[in-house]
């Protein structure tokens, strides 16, 4: 009976550590699941933003424009006949007081006042004319000095011509007598004439006074051709 007793009694006390075994193992888990299981609340992701039909078709934006180019380009035609860039003219004259021949070659100046735009014509309306030649006649022979200024009016207001006026003064270097100093000078109009050459053609009429020292003198109406040339 005793026996039997004893036994019951570890029975009953192996039991009892064996249920507080398990509830302590149940508490570990419990908190062991509780700190594992519980999630943390991740940040919310964008959302994806899928590309419209437009943005698939859309064009390219153009490329910027390239800077602007200020050099500038002198073509062969531009230099002239020898690459000089010289503006000049040869005139050939006729003059009625005696029958005076005469030639002339001149550098031509643009007008650097541009007075053409302030009068309304054309901003390169004038220029100017500073040249040698050589005229003979039957009272005289003279190296003479010219200095000219121009007037190109409206292209097509002399009758659907394009005219010009002309002025200048015409210095004795060295002339009959092998005399120098006489002052003449001379007064014309003038139209431009397309010859089918680099530059239109001038012909002219006016009046014109040579003077060698202060003896000789032929003056008469002219007749000038003046065909430009650049250098």
């Known amino acids: ?22 509830e302590a193992e149940t508490k570990v888990i419990k908190k062991t699941v509780k700190k594992v299981v519980t999630p943390q609340i991740a940040p919310a992701q964008p959302p994806k933003v899928e590309p419209t039909p437009e943005a698939d078709v859309a ?13 500038i380009k002198v073509t062969e035609e531009d230099k002239g006949l020898f690459g000089w860039g010289l503006n000049t003219d040869i005139d050939g004259k006729l003059l009625f007081g005696s029958i005076l021949f005469g030639a002339r070659g001149d550098f ?17 309306a004038v220029e100017y004319k500073v040249g ?8 005289l022979k003279t190296i003479p000095l010219f200095a000219d200024a121009v007037v190109y009016l409206k292209e097509g207001s002399l009758f659907g011509m394009d005219p010009y006026l002309g002025t200048g003064l015409i210095l ?14 001379q007064l014309y109009l003038g139209i431009l004439a397309d010859l089918g050459l680099d530059s239109k ?12 020292g202060n003896d000789l003198s032929d003056s008469g109406i002219f007749f000038n051709v003046a065909q430009p040339l650049r250098l």
Do not use: C, R, W
């Open 201 to 212: 053609t001038g012909f002219s009429l006016g009046y014109g006074s040579h003077q060698v």
């Open 108 to 124: 031509v100046f643009s007008d650097p006042l541009l007075i053409g735009e302030k009068i309304g014509l054309a901003e390169d």
């Open 1 to 22: 009976m005793k026996k039997i007793i004893a036994l019951l009694s570890i029975a009953s006390l192996i039991l009892t550590l064996s249920i507080m075994k398990a």
């Open 59 to 71: 064009e390219p934006l153009p490329p910027p424009p390239p800077p602007p180019n200020y050099e």
């Open 172 to 185: 004795n270097l060295y002339g009959t007598g092998k005399v120098s100093g006489g002052l003449g000078g």
């Open 132 to 139: 040698l030649g050589l005229a003979i006649s039957d009272k």
